[in-house]
């Protein structure tokens, strides 16, 4: 499949758009960023052997996304990766396959997302947060400064530290 670029898309010097990629209209992609490449996807064989797992899926970029330079994001292994309408992705920022992004979300420099993580709508992840894969993040939650988010993150809360944790609000 060939990709598709919608209107009024901005795209900068020396990006990388790979196959079975769909970016919507109104979008500003960074110099240096690469979408739709394979993931880190190995499997073992019966001998032990690494074997990359095939990436056949796709990278969907909703309208209004904002991506920073030398961004990377992987294409989905069965499906797509995702990247809702009016996220902004800073700049070296990592979403590995399979991820989803949800509206409006915030991923700042530095942050970088296992295999098959979720974020919610209207989520801050802040500079140098690491998802493990398979982590849900759910809306309006936001990912202080070096976090390291292990397991799912509620609604609506902050978490801060490694591993992450909740942060709770003192009342005097």
Known sequence: MQSVI???TCIHANVVIDNCVRIGKQCEIKSGAVIGQS???FERDADGMPLLFPHKGG??????????ANTCIDRGTLGDTVVASNAKIDNLVHIAHN???GEGAF???GA???GGTRVGRGCWLAPNVTIKEQTVIHDNALIGLGAVVLKEVEPNVVMVGNPARK???KVK
């Open 6 to 8: 919608g209107d009024d």
């Open 39 to 41: 993931g880190f996807g």
């Open 59 to 68: 990278v969907v970029v909703g309208d209004n996304v904002y991506i920073g």
């Open 99 to 101: 991820c989803h992004i």
């Open 107 to 109: 991923v700042i420099a």
């Open 112 to 114: 970088s997302l296992g």
């Open 167 to 169: 942060l709770e609000r």
